[in-house]
Antibody, heavy 116, light 106 residues
Framework: EVQLVESGGGLVQPGGSLRLSCSAS????????MTWVRQAPGKGLEWVSY????????YYADAVKGRFTISRDNAKKSLFLQMNNLRGEDTAVYYC?????????WGQGTLVTVSS | IQLTQSPSFLSASVGDRVTITCRAS??????LAWYQQKPGKAPKLLIY???TLQSGVPSRFSGSGSGTEFTLTISSLLPEDFATYYC?????????FGQGTKVDFK
């Protein structure tokens, strides 16, 4: 069974940092690209970042470029999102998703709240 | 690439045929996916490549279109179909989503 479990969310002050993790199981992690998608409270889905299966290709949404860094550890079957210089508008549930072209499996999400 | 869904809200009854439209700001061939999301839950992939049903998704869901205009159709609405639906373009990065269409009880 494919499972994706996010962790690392929480309350952080504006300007602070947080590192999200996504632990994968039930599929060959090294064969799949991965994506982070977020959803602000009461709002729609917002695509955040993508990383290819070997980590060589990475994309970011303009809203997070220069502040967020996506990475992966294939040996540990884990995906990460390092988030720096956080702003109030980064408050959201963050989902990791297995990706080919579309995203066919999603984690349950982890809530990040940026507030003083 | 911007995606615009219509309508944003839709009131319907069990048994209704429901159609949601997604328009892209530029041609994206058939590179479009549809997702369903229920409150407090992660999105679920319904359709990819505009019209290919994801494994396990009921056949009452169908997708069509290419270029800039796409539709998601639910042939006969069931109680479990009341949810919010999103389109996503798969043509280029960033992989933008539409703003969502909430299907609610009439």
């Amino acid at each position: 069974e494919v499972q994706l479990v996010e962790s690392g969310g929480g309350l952080v002050q504006p300007g602070g940092s947080l590192r999200l993790s996504c632990s994968a199981s039930g599929f060959p992690f090294t064969s799949y690209s991965m994506t982070w998608v977020r959803q602000a409270p009461g709002k729609g889905l917002e695509w955040v970042s993508y990383i290819s299966s070997n980590g060589n290709t990475i994309y970011y949404a303009d809203a997070v470029k220069g502040r967020f860094t996506i990475s992966r550890d294939n040996a540990k079957k884990s995906l990460f999102l390092q988030m720096n210089n956080l702003r109030g508008e980064d408050t959201a549930v963050y989902y990791c998703a297995r990706t080919t072209y579309s995203s066919d499996y999603w984690g349950q999400g982890t809530l990040v709240t940026v507030s003083s | 690439i911007q995606l615009t869904q219509s309508p944003s809200f839709l009131s319907a009854s069990v048994g209704d045929r429901v159609t949601i439209t997604c328009r892209a700001s530029q041609a994206i061939s058939s590179y479009l996916a549809w997702y369903q999301q229920k409150p407090g839950k992660a999105p679920k992939l319904l359709i990819y490549d505009a019209s290919t049903l994801q494994s396990g998704v009921p056949s009452r869901f169908s997708g069509s279109g290419s270029g800039t205009e796409f539709t998601l159709t639910i042939s006969s609405l069931l109680p479990e179909d009341f949810a919010t639906y999103y389109c996503q373009q798969l043509d280029s990065y960033p992989r933008t989503f539409g703003q969502g269409t909430k299907v609610d009880f009439k």
